[in-house]
């Protein structure tokens, strides 16, 4: 299963993109949607995408661009979900499912509750373990809140 093309621009809405180079929290050089710039993608300064096509980000990317970006990025994510989730999902629940290993990481992911209930067939609480991920350095933090919320009407058809 893949992501849908409008999860993938949800994604990019909640997420936030920048069509140009900027450093990450940790000082990685960094475009497009949380894309991380290898060393090659640096010396050459262009990325492959989606469509196979290599574009130059030297004067940034388009919106079009950076969206093809995100859809080679979010095949591994596509791909853990896919591996790790036994239950049968509708497309917008692997949708929400995708988006959050996209936000927490798919090794968080892959030891969460949250995948032991998916994976025990409790998709009815699949909303409350969403929203149990709602910390960052320990603290409650209100957009994230406000992200699981998302997360959790998209998982159960309403967005």
Known sequence: MRLSDNSKRRLMEWEGFK???????AGLKTIGVGHLLTQDELSLY???LDDGSRVSFHDGLTE???????????QRFEKAVTDAVTSDLAQDQFDAIVIFAFNVGISAFR?????????QGRLGDVPNELRKW???GGKVVQGLINRREKEIALWSGTL
């Open 134 to 136: 709602n910390k960052a």
């Open 64 to 74: 079009g661009q950076v969206f093809l970006l995100l859809a080679r990025d979010v």
């Open 19 to 25: 069509a140009e180079i900027y450093k990450d929290s």
């Open 111 to 119: 030891g969460s509750t949250l995948l032991r209930v998916l994976n």
């Open 46 to 48: 262009e990325v492959e």
